[in-house]
């Protein structure tokens, strides 16, 4: 599986928009770009995910750079209900889902 | 639609004890997966199965053992349980592989080896 990397953390404050990146360099063609998020005590829970083009959906935006070999999670209006670890994951038709560390988010007031 | 469910969600054993978690899923999804994630990590593969009856070994399978008799549940054994192996256990189903497939996951179960 093509690899990715996260920062280890970042923080936001309240209200304002977050920006988290993830390189992917060696992604190949038919990799889709998956964000998941894991809240503290629970399991992971899907984000967004996209191929090409930037997608939006009710919780997050995906910004993908036209070479495909980085990508942009964008939550535009962050609450303290969204302090997490984002893990930013490619998927391709194969059988594994393969984590990496991921990014902790702190939100602050 | 109750997704992904668990069971137990707490457990504790002693060194040498066994036991099976159950992974139940009301997706009709083909794809599942045991996971387990120790404190500040990651999550790592253990086994996952592509279908009833198919199992097939992940990142870390040493001492697990798994079984997929019906498609909705998805086992993970211990047979003989040690310290390392105290953790927070994730399932996980997916519809298909393809890439365009979101996954959900269990609440989780925590297991802690004395």
């Known amino acids: 599986d093509a690899k990715t990397t996260q920062p280890n953390s970042m923080e936001s404050n309240e209200e304002e928009p977050v920006h988290l990146p993830c390189n992917h360099s060696t992604i190949s063609g038919t990799d889709y770009i998956h964000w998941y998020r894991q809240l503290p005590s629970q399991g992971p829970e899907y984000v967004i995910h996209g191929l090409t083009s930037n997608v939006n959906n009710r919780m997050a935006s995906l910004a993908i750079a036209e070479d495909r070999k980085s990508s942009t999670l964008i939550l535009h209006r962050a609450t303290l209900r969204d302090a997490a670890v984002y893990y930013c994951i490619l998927r391709d038709a194969g059988n594994m889902l393969t984590f990496g560390g991921g990014t902790r988010l702190m939100v602050k007031p | 639609n109750a997704g992904v469910t668990q069971t137990p969600k707490f457990r504790v054993l002693k060194t040498g004890q066994s036991m099976t978690l159950l992974c139940a899923q009301d997706?009709?999804?083909?794809?599942m997966y045991w996971y387990r994630q120790d404190p500040g990590m990651g999550l790592r593969l253990i086994h996952y199965s592509v279908g009833e009856g198919t199992t097939a070994k992940g990142e870390v399978p040493d001492g697990y053992n798994v079984s997929r008799l019906k498609k909705q549940n998805f086992l993970l054994g211990l047979e003989s349980a040690a310290p390392s192996q105290t953790s927070v256990y994730f399932c996980?189903?997916?519809?298909?592989?393809?890439?365009?497939?979101?996954?959900?996951f269990g609440q989780g179960t925590r297991l802690t080896v004395v």
């Open positions: 997706m009709n999804h083909e794809y």
């Open positions: 996980a189903s997916t519809l298909w592989a393809g890439g365009y497939t979101e996954a959900f």
